[in-house]
């Protein structure tokens, strides 16, 4: 059964194309900087937005009109799965995602729900030996569910504590089976809603030691994918432990795991920690942490994570400036964690969603690829940090001086000078190179 019978296969036709169903940016063959555009933007589809989201929200029931609810259980689960591989056959897209509730509905028991998950795998390794789309991640859920009221690794119940420990272990030898490239951790309920009943260091003990048994048996069952954890604050708990980049990475090194670990990072869930999204890519860049990206936006005007798919061309320029400048994303990918809006019902809207979001990638992707070639924010930078290159500032990048050189160096000085930082211009010329790069370039 077709439930997209009426969408052909989506074709790269060029920016002057009418066509709703055709890339007018996204060129999956053509190559920058060495590289293909599918090579660069390794796309993915997310599971669970796509094919479980409904269109409900905290004011009004579920809008989405699906041709594969008409089922239920274990026929919905193996409908949606129809629904998805015919939709990444004609999207062309490499990847998908998905946690484990979202291929298979929960049973009355942990063991009657890996039977279930067990049955939708051995189909999706079936899709999966005709389909060129694989695995980028899978991750288990551990929040849905009243299970979880307190949490999953941090829960102050033991067997909560274990219940988790044994939906991530199926999920590591799912990931294994089906060629994953990366496992994710999301700690939706790692957290705290009031330090009043909370002992902090219990709960981030025990999230340390359920990593490590998590890395531990990954190389006991010779999965060698990259573990990649997702920061995301405020929801739902008051204070996540997962908050930011930052908070990521100084857990990791606390508990020594910043060998094992990189970073999953969502636009949207930037925002609500109130970075913008280039500042926690660069964050994790810098230290070597950048993994994945969850390629959404945020609404600024509300205070919640929206998931819309992503059209800002300039963020998705300074996104993949970032990636760029990382040497692309490894065993990651850009996951389309979005999901279409409420009034968005038609099963056609996913193709324009994702439609969207891959060209204004591509977009981004070949602007971020001129300024790098042409140096045009590098030269700024390096220009603007020119006073470190001799005299002074020099012996401090090489460590040759201490506080009475250096305040020998200041009581002389009569007058320091500054130059501006430009950011005006330095925005313009963004702009210049957003509006200009598909210009014919004489």
């Known amino acids: 059964m077709s439930y997209f019978k009426n969408i052909e296969k989506v074709n790269f036709e060029g920016p002057a194309s009418t066509n709703p169903y055709a890339f007018k940016f996204y060129n999956p063959t053509e190559k920058v900087a060495g590289k293909t555009m599918e090579e660069h933007l390794r796309f993915g589809v997310a599971y669970w937005h796509t094919f479980v989201e409904d269109g409900s929200d905290p004011f009004g029931v579920g809008t989405m009109q699906r041709p594969w609810d008409t089922y239920s259980d274990m026929d919905l689960a193996k409908a949606r ?18 946690h484990d509730v979202d291929i298979a509905p929960e049973g009355s028991s942990l063991r009657e729900t890996n039977q279930n998950l067990d049955t939708i795998v051995g189909i999706m390794k079936d899709y ?18 009243p299970r979880f009221i307190h949490g999953a690794a941090t ?20 990931g294994k089976e089906l060629g994953g490239e990366s496992y994710v951790f999301w700690g939706g309920r790692e957290g705290y809603e009031t330090l009043l009943n909370t002992d902090m260091k219990l709960e981030m003990d025990n999230l340390g030691r359920f990593f490590h048994m998590a ?9 060698d994918a990259q573990f990649l954890i997702e920061p995301k604050p405020k929801e739902p708990m008051k204070h996540q432990y997962d908050f930011d980049v930052a908070t990521g990475y100084a857990f990791l090194q606390k508990y020594n795991l910043q060998d094992d ?23 994790a860049r810098v230290n070597d942490m950048l993994g994945s990206v969850d390629a959404n936006q945020g609404d600024l005007l509300l205070g919640w994570d929206t998931d819309e798919f ?43 969603a994702h439609i969207a979001g891959m060209d204004s990638y ?27 290159n001799e005299g002074i500032g ?8 201490d506080f009475h050189q250096l305040e020998d160096h200041a009581l002389n000085l009569t007058n320091i000078e500054h130059q501006s930082g430009h950011l005006e211009q330095i925005k313009a010329t963004i702009n210049q190179y957003v509006l200009t790069t598909f210009a014919e370039r004489k």
């Open 81 to 98: 799965l129809d629904a998805a591989f015919e939709m990444f056959e004609k999207l062309d897209v490499p990847y998908f995602c998905f």
């Open 215 to 223: 890395v531990d048996y990954a190389k006991e069952i010779g999965f």
């Open 155 to 174: 829960s102050n119940n033991a067997d909560a504590f274990a219940y988790a420990a044994a939906k991530v272990k199926k999920q590591l030898e799912i």
């Open 394 to 401: 020099s012996n401090i990048i090489q460590n040759k001086t």
């Open 362 to 388: 591509a977009v981004g992707l070949k602007v971020a690829n001129r300024l790098l070639e042409d140096k045009a924010l590098e030269n700024i930078v390096t220009n603007r940090y020119s006073s470190y």
């Open 128 to 145: 999966m030996k005709d389909s060129k789309t694989k695995l980028l991640w899978n991750t288990a859920n551990n929040f849905t569910h």
């Open 261 to 283: 670990f990189k970073f999953n990072i969502e636009a949207n869930h930037a925002t609500l920690a109130g970075h913008t999204f280039e500042h926690e890519l660069h964050y």
């Open 310 to 352: 992503p059209t800002d061309l300039y963020t998705t320029t300074l996104a993949m400036y970032e990636i760029l400048k990382n040497g692309g994303l490894g065993k990651g990918g850009l996951n389309f964690d979005a999901k279409v809006r409420r009034g968005s019902f038609e099963p056609e809207d996913l193709f324009h």
